[in-house]
């Protein structure tokens, strides 16, 4: 099992920037390939950006490219993803996910974190 938390959401105004982590514990971190999503209230989860497990390749959705970073820490099991440029449509839960290198699916999932932006 992997056990993962989230943290850094909040509500900040449109053009400001938030930095989300991801705290991950359980198994080996360098295991899994990461990935954040969202999800807006009435919508379904959709994807925002992952991260392989050396933090060497990035991948992003076109709604958040040249606007998020996603990035990794293998020694402290974390990854982040920074936002900035907010936007009111940025508003949603988002969600850290982990896929083991075996897998074809997003393996374990967080709580979720708020981000809240204001316009």
């Known amino acids: 099992q992997v056990q993962l938390v989230e943290s850094g959401g909040g509500l900040v105004q449109a053009g400001g920037s938030l930095r989300l982590s991801c705290a991950a514990s359980?198994?080996?971190?360098?295991?899994?390939?990461m990935g954040w999503f969202r999800q807006a209230p009435g919508k379904e989860r959709d994807f925002v950006a992952a991260?392989?497990?050396?933090?060497?390749?990035?991948a992003y959705a076109d709604s958040v490219k040249g606007r998020f970073t996603v990035s990794r820490d293998n020694a402290k099991s974390t990854v982040h993803l920074q936002m900035n440029s907010l936007k009111p449509e940025d508003t949603a839960v988002y969600y850290c996910a982990a896929r083991h290198y075996l897998s074809r699916e997003y393996d374990y999932w967080g709580q979720g974190t708020q981000v809240t932006v204001s316009s």
């Open positions: 359980g198994r080996t971190f360098s295991n899994y390939a």
């Open positions: 991260i392989n497990r050396s933090g060497g390749t990035t």
